[in-house]
């Protein structure tokens, strides 16, 4: 539980960057950046749609996403009314390389989207917690906008890496997008270096199989003891 007295983080002064903000949620946080709109619209001019994709899972989606009960729960936790500007201590970029490099952290990957003038991430939960999973969805962290530009997950690797992908089942961003995203992100986050690469290659793996590889280590770890 992370108490709401100890939330200091920062915001980038800079003329593309505006203020930062966050809500917290218990265990997990939800960071909103401002971003300049001519900005996002040098690299990514066209809007995407939720659940665009005709099929049956994606209207399954769409109707429990658009649902009353979901709706209220949602937006009654990620109100902007909640949003705590930070303080500007330190840059955007030395934010996402403190969360991202975090030891405590190691592995964690964050949902993000991009709109016409924000940007909003999400660590994604390590496990089926319902209530946060919601929260960490696309469609949440987007507030439902009509100016999605790209969503997806951003990560730091074994390598002391820096990547992004498009994984997004909501709005299924191409992956011709991605290396927009990527001259968007060295504008924002210079020193990074992110690295884009298509979600087909850089899924992580489930729950469940990374339930079954720790249960596997240990197993051979206490055979061999």
């Given at each position: 539980m ?16 505006g203020?930062?903000?966050?809500i917290?949620?218990d265990d ?15 690299y ?6 939720p659940?665009?994709n ?8 769409n109707?429990?996403f658009h ?13 902007n ?7 500007n ?7 996402l390389?403190?969360?991202l490099?975090?030891e ?13 003038n ?6 994604i939960?390590h496990?089926?917690e319902?209530?946060y999973?919601?929260?960490s969805?696309?469609i949440?962290?987007?507030d439902?906008?009509?100016d999605?530009r ?9 390598k002391?890496?820096f990547?992004?992908?498009n994984n ?6 191409s ?8 001259q968007l992100f060295?504008?924002l ?6 690295q ?12 469940k199989?990374?339930?079954i ?13």
């Amino acid at each position: 539980m992370v108490d709401n007295d100890t939330q200091i983080v920062e915001s980038n002064s800079s003329s593309s960057i505006g203020k930062l903000s966050s809500i917290i949620l218990d265990d997990y946080t939800l960071y909103k950046c401002e971003i300049n709109n001519d900005l996002i619209n040098n690299y990514l001019q066209d809007k995407l749609l939720p659940f665009e994709n005709v099929s049956w899972k994606n209207s399954i989606k769409n109707n429990v996403f658009h649902s009353k009960p979901i709706k209220h729960h949602c937006d009654s936790r990620l109100n902007n009314n909640n949003l705590k500007e930070l303080s500007n201590s330190i840059t955007f970029e030395e934010l996402l390389l403190n969360l991202l490099k975090n030891e405590n952290k190691k592995n964690s990957r964050y949902n993000f989207v991009i709109t016409g003038n924000y940007l909003s991430f999400m660590e994604i939960p390590h496990r089926h917690e319902i209530s946060y999973y919601l929260l960490s969805k696309h469609i949440s962290l987007s507030d439902r906008s009509n100016d999605v530009r790209f969503a997806g997950e951003f990560w730091c690797d074994e390598k002391n890496l820096f990547k992004l992908n498009n994984n997004s089942g909501t709005y299924t961003p191409s992956n011709d997008l991605i290396q927009q995203t990527i001259q968007l992100f060295n504008q924002l986050t210079p020193q990074l270096h992110f690295q884009g690469l298509p979600y087909q290659i850089s899924l992580r793996p489930s729950i469940k199989s990374r339930f079954i590889t720790k249960t596997k280590a240990k197993l051979s770890i206490t055979s061999t003891s």
